[in-house]
């Protein structure tokens, strides 16, 4: 725990304001329906009423400081309940992807031969068609529920984990320690659990961060299309495309789900690239 609070304390002023963003976010994703001041599909004013920037908007009870949305929902509300829903199904999606892809990938690394051929081409056909493309056609035949689109996801953003996962395992794999473990007589599945794992673990967290932003965006670029989180639920990329006449008429309601898309995209980045560097095991001179 101390070595834990000595790394944070001297992690960079990036780092540390990357660690506030995630942060900030994880506690509306997690505490919204505490915090929200009205329900998440509650209309209470005119479309597109504006903030506490206004002094002409209407008062209401609990404020509405951000304003309303294009029905007359409480846009705060929204933006919590947004984080909500998109962070949690970017993270669960993520998680999936990544279960799928190290597995097969490491699995690949320590078998080789046909299981590796078989898999690699499957994924290499994946691959080679655009990702957009493949999960628009997919969503469109198959539908938007909440698990289609997390399994879909997840599936196409295996590949791109599985190729990362194979590469490195593949490192490890033909280190002493591996082969002495195969000699002792230890099975496939732990020699993967127990030498491969641990070896490629640093890499494969960074890996996990991008690929959350990755998939953290995607969503929201389906939602933009309206092949994602689908109404009456909260989603910022949804959002977006809901209040984007707005901005015809000089309201900046759809820029604030925007603002949060592009935070939360810097605020991991900036921890991402620093625990790169940490485990990189350069030294920084300056």
Same mark, same amino acid.
């Given at each position: ?42 209309? !209470? ?33 929204? !933006? ?34 046909? !299981?590796?051929? *078989? ?60 082969? !002495?473990?195969?000699?002792?007589? +230890? ?34 670029? *389906? ?18 495309? +809901? ?26 980045? *900036? ?16």
């Amino acid at each position: 725990m101390g070595s834990t609070w000595k790394l944070l304390r001297t992690a960079p002023s990036a780092a540390k304001i990357g660690m506030l963003i995630v942060l900030l976010n994880c506690f509306a994703a997690v505490f919204a329906p505490a915090i929200a001041p009205y329900g998440e599909t509650e209309i !209470v004013g005119a479309p597109w009423e504006n903030g506490f920037w206004d002094a002409q908007s209407p008062s209401h009870t609990p404020p509405v400081i951000l304003g309303t949305d294009h029905i007359g929902r409480d846009l705060l509300t929204r !933006v919590l309940y947004g984080a909500r829903n998109t962070i949690g199904i970017a993270l669960l999606t993520t998680t999936l992807a990544f279960a799928v892809g190290v597995t097969l990938g490491f699995l690949c690394a320590t078998l080789r031969g046909w !299981v590796d051929q *078989l898999i690699s081409r499957s994924f290499d056909i994946i691959m080679a068609i655009p990702t957009l493309i493949f999960a628009l056609m997919i969503l469109s035949v198959l539908g938007t529920e909440i698990h289609i689109l997390i399994i879909v996801i997840a599936l196409l953003d295996s590949t791109r984990v599985f190729r990362i996962a194979r590469a490195v395992a593949m490192d490890v794999e033909i280190m002493e320690y591996v082969e !002495v473990a195969k000699l002792r007589g +230890e099975g496939l599945w732990w020699v993967m659990r127990r030498e491969i794992l641990p070896n490629t673990l640093s890499p494969l967290i960074a890996e996990f961060g991008l690929r959350f932003c990755f998939v953290f965006l995607f969503i929201a670029a *389906l939602s933009f299309l309206g092949l994602g989180i689908q109404p009456p639920f909260a989603d910022w990329g949804s959002m977006v495309r +809901e209040n984007a006449q707005g901005i015809t008429f000089g309201i900046i309601i759809p820029l604030i789900p925007a603002a949060a898309i592009a935070f939360l995209t810097v605020g991991v980045n *900036l921890v991402v690239d620093w625990f790169l560097h940490k485990a990189s095991g350069i030294r920084d001179t300056r």
